[in-house]
Every structure is written in structure tokens, then in C-alpha cells.
């Protein structure tokens, strides 16, 4: 437990950034979960994120014991694009789940990386999630960014809520799409009756929009690049069902199609831009389509 008193000159300071700069061994991101947590309390009262200070003031801050990470390293092969001090970048295949979760607590991306980086991740999203800055879906394959140390989760983390990144998905999707390019503005949430699903959701949904281009046209199905302004949960799959083209093989938000051996999503991440969160240079990287997707393409062109 740490106590710290206010000041006149740290007065009208918001509490989380007053923090961070206070406790400097610990992140903004896990200040603000503290707070969150109620373990935070100023006069003995629990606060909000954006309460001001005032002199005169005690702040109590409760740092919970740190909890032994129960998920186990496993000796798993992943395709590892780029690794340096503060980053990883791996091209994920489809079926590996990303982070354990209930029912999936082994054969996870974390899981490998764990191994691979023999605890040098980063611990801001818990003991779940280690290095986990953002996920694809389980069937979907293609470019993810993991962080290894905390300053470089915040940074990472910054980029992706402020959008000032490059994601390039390619997709195939049910029915003939007659446009060229089209925009998907539409806000998605969670539906309002299967809460394990999301949806276009006016009243309590977040903003998303999403691009597409037409790349080939195939005898009832269509072949389309994607690009996110947003990164919401199921963005690219509930939009697409939204105007009624669903990614071939999403049995959550399309059809199952018994004309395909087809398993999972024909949905691929291909191209991941952003700038290094130590560095500053811009840094790129695409993955090729896998042999699942181009398999579908060669059937697809062969029934045109």
C-alpha cells in the first residue's frame, strides 16, 4: 500500500496522471485498472479516472500481490515475421486460438509465446493475455503484433485507438457484390439476445466503418480486399452480413455452404502497418495468402 499526499502545486491534476508520473514502475494502463478496481481511494472515498486533485488530500493505492501465471508454455511451432527488443510479429495460421479463454486454456498463440519468449511479454492485460495488444479471430489467419515490455504495449495500444494503422484483410464472401469499392458505416455491439455475438446495433453500438474493393468475381460468391478505419469485435465478418454478403464459411453470421469443403472463415489479415512504438519508423508487414485460401480460390475459378 502506498500513501501519498497532495500538494497546493499538484492541485486540479487528474488522479490517473498524476499517478503515473508518481509511480513510475507501473504503467498509465494498469493506474487506471487500479482506479477502476476501486483500489484507488482519496480521503478514504474510491474515485474516477478523471477526478481532480486537491491540496490537502491523501491518496491510498492498493497494488494487489502479483498472481502466478498458471498457463503453461507449451512447445508449440508459430511463424514468427519480425522480433526485436520491444516487439514480435507473427503470421497466426488458422483454428490456433489467440489468449486462453474458457475452454481453451492450451494450444493458444499465448501458450507458444510464452515458450518462445520465455517470459518476456508484456503484463498489462493480465495473466490470460500476456503481450496481447489486439486478436484475430480463431479462423481467421494472417499478421498479428504482439508486445513484449509494457511501454511498448501503451504505445501500441495508443495506435490502435487512434486508428493511425494500416490493416489489409482479403476476404471471400457469399453472393455476387455488383460495386467496385463500397463503405460499411455502421455501428456494431453486442446483440441484444446471444450476448456471445455481435451486431449492427443503432442504440449501443460503437462507430465502424469498413472498405472494400471488389478483386474477382466468381460464379455466386465474391473475392474482396478489406481495410478498417475502426477495430471492432467481428467488425469485417458482421458488416459484411449487414449487406447481406456474410464470409463464405461463417456459420456465426452467414450460412454453412454444403457445396464447400470448407471449414471456418475465408477470412486472411494480410498486411499490418503501423510505427514502431520505440523507434518511430514506419514498419510493414504482409502476409502471402495461405494454402487454404488459395485452394478455395483454384474451386472457385474452376465452377465459374
Not at 5 to 30: A, C, M, P, V, W
Amino acid at each position: 500500500m502506498q500513501i501519498i499526499e497532495i500538494i497546493s502545486d499538484e492541485e486540479n491534476k487528474r488522479i490517473d496522471l498524476f499517478l503515473t508520473g508518481k509511480l513510475q514502475n507501473y504503467s498509465r494502463t494498469y493506474i487506471k485498472k487500479l482506479i477502476d478496481e476501486q483500489l484507488v481511494s482519496v480521503s478514504d472515498k474510491p474515485v474516477k479516472v478523471n477526478y481532480k486533485l486537491k491540496a490537502g488530500e491523501k491518496i491510498v493505492v492498493r497494488i494487489p500481490d502479483a498472481k502466478i501465471l498458471d498457463i503453461e508454455p507449451e512447445n508449440i511451432d508459430i511463424s514468427v515475421m519480425y522480433e526485436d527488443d520491444d516487439i514480435i510479429v507473427v503470421n497466426k495460421a488458422k483454428g490456433m486460438v489467440v489468449h486462453p479463454a474458457a475452454g481453451n486454456y492450451t494450444g493458444t498463440l499465448v501458450n507458444a509465446l510464452m515458450y518462445h519468449n520465455k517470459g518476456s511479454l508484456s503484463d498489462i492485460n493480465g495473466i490470460i493475455r500476456p503481450g496481447i495488444v489486439h486478436r484475430i479471430d480463431k479462423d481467421t489467419s494472417g499478421v498479428l503484433v504482439i508486445a513484449k515490455n509494457n511501454k511498448a504495449h501503451e504505445k501500441l495500444s495508443e495506435i490502435f485507438k487512434t486508428h493511425d494503422i494500416e490493416r489489409v484483410y482479403m476476404a471471400v464472401v457469399d453472393g455476387i457484390i455488383s460495386e467496385e469499392t463500397g463503405r460499411i458505416e455502421a455501428p456494431i455491439g453486442r446483440h441484444t439476445v446471444d450476448r456471445k455475438k455481435m451486431s449492427v446495433n443503432v442504440n449501443h453500438g460503437r462507430n465502424a466503418t469498413t472498405h472494400f474493393r471488389v478483386i474477382e468475381r466468381f460464379r455466386d460468391s465474391t473475392f474482396i480486399e478489406v481495410t478498417l478505419e475502426t477495430g471492432r469485435t467481428h467488425q469485417i465478418r458482421v458488416h459484411m452480413a449487414y449487406i447481406n454478403h456474410p464470409v463464405i464459411g461463417d456459420e456465426v453470421y452467414g450460412k454453412k455452404r454444403k457445396d464447400l469443403e470448407f471449414r471456418g472463415q475465408a477470412l486472411h489479415a494480410k498486411l499490418l502497418g503501423f510505427k514502431h512504438p520505440t523507434t518511430g519508423e514506419y514498419v510493414e508487414f504482409d502476409s502471402p495468402l495461405p494454402e487454404y485460401f488459395e485452394k478455395l480460390l483454384e474451386y472457385l475459378r474452376a465452377i465459374k
